[in-house]
């Protein structure tokens, strides 16, 4: 996965992914399911924010998920983060993307 840049304070930007099977290539129908962004210092192993993906029922069923930050989520120092997205289907299992997603946060000037 890419690695996003972001900027301390920022509450606007937003992380769009499409999950897709890894040797199929299939897309993988969230429709049903609760996606959940957590993001953290790289490194560490508190977590910063936990985000609930805020697709659309439509994008959803294409496997997109999308992650909005809160007013405080990035107002955390800068430096180098990491993120794991993982899905819960309704039936209650659950699934770990297994590549992480890096990000760098910059102080605004």
């Known amino acids: ?17 499409i999950l897709k099977r890894d040797v199929s290539n299939e897309i993988i129908d969230l429709s049903a ?8 210092k790289k490194g ?3 977590l910063f924010a936990t985000l609930t993906s805020v697709a659309s029922p439509d994008d959803a069923v ?4 999308v992650f909005e930050w809160g ?13 794991e997205i ?3 289907y309704s039936n209650g299992k659950v ?8 990000f760098v946060l910059r102080k605004d000037f």
Do not use: C, H, W
Request: proline content about 2%; glycine content about 6%.
């Open 1 to 17: 996965m890419a690695t996003y840049y972001l900027v301390k304070g920022d509450d606007a930007p937003q992380v769009r992914v």
């Open 33 to 40: 399911a609760t996606v959940v962004f957590k993001f953290r």
């Open 44 to 46: 560490t192993e508190s």
């Open 62 to 65: 294409l496997g997109i998920a």
């Open 71 to 83: 007013l405080t989520d990035l107002d955390i120092s800068a430096g180098n983060y990491e993120a």
């Open 86 to 88: 993982e899905i819960t």
């Open 95 to 102: 699934e770990t993307v297994y590549e992480v997603i890096d």
